[in-house]
């Protein structure tokens, strides 16, 4: 299918900073690729487009003081996302490869360590497989209350198993780190999701089982049509779509997905 992606923002600076920007997809995945796409900014001093650790493009900008905004729009070629299966298989930790591997370790925000014992009680005695997997997410889904405005930049993992409150953020991270619990390979995605209500960026997660990445998504007990990712790491942390080094105010922010004939 083919989409159309847009995302606007405006920040307010205090002074002139040096940030991250990362709202522009690899220009091909394993289910996606960028037919076209354009970026503008506020004039800014440099803005030079690299990859990070994990490989996502990643733009590094200086942005003035005052007013900063920027939009990107691109068009997408996407696979329709696709159901995790039930019998793709987990592989012990010593056959996993080195970028799967990482993903099994605590992060910040994903407390594996923290999370082992309620991972195991809940889920330990599962078949273990893309049912667990989807037993996980499904379990978030009905244990956790999505509502806006409820969890901030700090809360983790543990904090929402905790509080049953949170957002799309809240939910992967709490996804991932009983993932990671039960030794099963999970990252964070930001994304653009297609039929997401209210449109924003969207956070999600990938596991790797029977040697690929799948996606997995707890805030929806229906599949997304189409999901587009933007960066991939061990927690939100990674993945933010704007990472400023001086204190700011958002302004104004929107993200726009839709389908268009092909």
Known sequence: MLLAVRATATYELQDES?????????????????????????????????????????????????????????????????????????LPPHELPAEALVYTLPSRYCESDLLGRMAQTEFGRLPPGGGRVRAVAEWVRGHVEYRYGTSGPTTSARDTAIQRVGVCRDFAHLVIAFCRALDIPARYVSGYALGLEPPDFHGFVQVYL?????????????????????????????????????????????????????
């Open 210 to 262: 029977g040697e690929a990445w799948h996606n997995i998504d707890a805030t929806t007990g229906c599949l997304r049509p189409a999901l587009v990712p933007i960066a991939v790491g061990r927690d939100a942390a990674d993945a933010a779509m704007m990472t400023l080094w001086t204190p700011h105010e958002v302004v104004e922010q929107a993200v726009e997905v839709r389908r268009v004939a092909e």
């Open 18 to 90: 040096f940030a991250f920007l990362m709202v522009e997809p690899p220009l091909s995945g394993a289910r996606h690729r960028v037919v076209e796409e354009r970026l503008t900014t506020t004039p800014t001093r440099s803005c030079e487009l690299r990859r990070d650790l994990y490989g996502n493009p990643q733009r590094h900008l200086i942005a003035p003081k005052g007013r900063f905004s920027f939009e990107f729009s691109a068009t997408v070629e996407a696979d329709p996302n696709a159901e995790l299966p039930e019998h793709a298989a987990e």
